[in-house]
């Protein structure tokens, strides 16, 4: 079965535009995540959903970042008014359960360039 | 909160050989998972081992090993018969039962020298 996917895979965008992450989680998998990852360091959690609920939304920056999932399956990470300390790695995994025992299955990022 | 520590941000080894990978955390939770990813030159991030804190047996994945001591907080990854493919960056990671979220250590960075 196909991993989880992400689009686009590579974003440049100028400063001041707003732009849309998307992520197509594993076929019935529960549990989704976003996470950012500055290059030469870890990835930092963003938000998460269980089905279409938003769980946990601490991690986004500030209320320029937004997310969905409107239909418990693919979700939508949305930076508006991008600045260029936007610029990262996003990520977005998915797992069967909102368990720590069930492995989250990362997708390939999208890097997201703010000129 | 929890914290993952890394103090190593970079280790090289000779192939075929092995080498441990330090990881520290702090928690005051009871029920809790490890995990150690690796993310190649391709970027993927991909799980090597997982540990559940309630269980005192290291887990093991054919060449990879931890070493967790739950009362000095410490897990490190070994790895055996080191291969080229093993070459990343590796991440020590945690979270917890009822906060699913991935806490990340800033990672160290694998080379294998041939």
């Known amino acids: 079965g196909a991993g989880v996917s992400q689009s686009p895979r590579y974003k440049v965008t100028k400063r001041g535009q707003d732009v849309a992450l998307r992520c197509d989680p594993i076929?019935?998998?529960?549990?989704l995540y976003w996470y950012r990852q500055a290059l030469g360091q870890g990835p930092e959690f963003l938000t998460y959903?269980?089905?279409?609920?938003?769980?946990?939304k601490s991690g986004l920056p500030n209320d320029r970042f937004s997310a969905e999932r409107p239909e418990g399956s693919i979700s939508t990470l949305t930076i508006q008014r991008t600045e260029q300390r936007d610029s990262a790695m996003y990520r977005c995994?998915?797992?069967?359960?909102?368990?720590?025992?069930?492995?989250?299955?990362f997708g390939p990022g999208t890097r997201l360039t703010v000129l | 909160a929890q914290t993952v520590t890394q103090s190593q941000p970079e280790m090289s080894v000779q192939e075929a050989e092995t080498v441990t990978l330090s990881c520290t955390y702090d928690?005051?939770?009871?029920?809790?998972?490890l995990f150690w990813y690796k993310q190649p030159p391709s970027r993927q991030m991909i799980l090597v081992i997982r540990q559940e804190a309630y269980k005192q047996q290291n887990a093991t994945e054919n060449r990879f090993s931890v070493n967790f001591q739950k009362a000095a907080k410490s897990f490190s990854l070994k790895i055996s018969d080191s291969q080229l493919g093993d070459a990343a960056m590796y991440f020590c990671a945690y979270n917890f039962f009822g906060n699913e979220k991935l806490t990340f250590g800033t990672g160290t960075r694998l080379t294998i020298i041939p």
């Open positions: 995994a998915s797992s069967l359960r909102t368990s720590g025992r069930h492995e989250q299955f």
């Open positions: 928690t005051s939770e009871s029920d809790y998972y």
């Open positions: 959903f269980n089905y279409e609920a938003q769980q946990d």
């Open positions: 076929s019935g998998h529960v549990s």
